[in-house]
T-cell receptor, first 114, second 113 residues
Framework: NAGVTQTPKFQVLKTGQSMTLQCAQD?????MSWYRQDPGMGLRLIHY???????DQGEVPNGYNVSRSTTEDFPLRLLSAAPSQTSVYFC?????????????FGEGSRLTVL | LAKTTQPISMDSYEGQEVNITCSHN???????ITWYQQFPSQGPRFIIQ???TKVTNEVASLFIPADRKSSTLSLPRVSLSDTAVYYC??????????????FGAGTRLFVKA
């Protein structure tokens, strides 16, 4: 049982480059979300989705795009990377709202923007 | 959104009971209170969730007073492996249409031998 799978685990980008962080879950969860975590800080919500075709912004959405074409996948796109986006990114999923239900997290993707 | 306030850090010794209190004065009627644990270089892991009174599982207990403006996570007889960051979450209620789960800064628990 894979749970939530994130790829890549590590990535180094140059300023201005674009990339996509992949997130897939095999639990048929409706709710998926992306967080970023800076050193010594808590997690901040970037974007979330309550089902295929539905996405919304979280606390810190600027510089990131998402889409949800299938229940399983929720990719996070950085269109023009900036050093301020250096962080660890976590994807999470839940069967329900994510509040009255357990969030399952991936192992994280560590991104460095030079 | 109901904001949460937790102590930034706590120290304890092996074998002691640890209580971490979280304040959430603006909690909404439909909100649940959830606690997560995070080890370095890992994603958070669900510990316990409750709505009111007391909830207990094999890992921890959660105490919620009647006014629900605070909650206390209780870890019985901690060990070195309980050293982690603990997050208290209160999200938007299901029926209000909100689905955002917001994490605060968390409480860094350091367990000493």
């Amino acid at each position: 049982n894979a749970g939530v799978t994130q790829t890549p685990k590590f990535q180094v980008l140059k300023t201005g480059q674009s990339m996509t962080l992949q997130c897939a879950q095999d639990m048929n969860h409706e709710y998926m979300s992306w967080y970023r975590q800076d050193p010594g800080m808590g997690l901040r919500l970037i974007h979330y989705s309550v089902g295929a075709g539905i996405t919304d912004q979280g606390e810190v959405p600027n510089g990131y795009n998402v889409s949800r074409s299938t229940t399983e996948d929720f990719p996070l796109r950085l269109l023009s990377a900036a050093p301020s986006q250096t962080s660890v990114y976590f994807c999470a999923s839940s069967v329900g709202t994510g509040v009255s239900g357990e969030l399952f997290f991936g192992e994280g993707s560590r991104l460095t923007v030079l | 959104l109901a904001k949460t306030t937790q102590p930034i850090s706590m120290d304890s010794y092996e074998g002691q009971e640890v209580n971490i209190t979280c304040s959430h004065n603006n909690i909404a009627t439909n909100d649940y209170i959830t606690w997560y644990q995070q080890f370095p270089s890992q994603g958070p892991r669900f510990i316990i969730q409750g709505y009111k009174t007391k909830v207990t599982n094999e890992v921890a207990s959660l105490f919620i007073p009647a006014d629900r403006k605070s909650s206390t996570l209780s870890l019985p007889r901690v060990s070195l492996s309980d050293t982690a960051v603990y997050y208290c979450l209160v999200g938007e209620g299901f029926y209000t249409g909100g689905f955002k789960t917001i994490f605060g800064a968390g409480t860094r628990l350091f367990v000493k031998a």
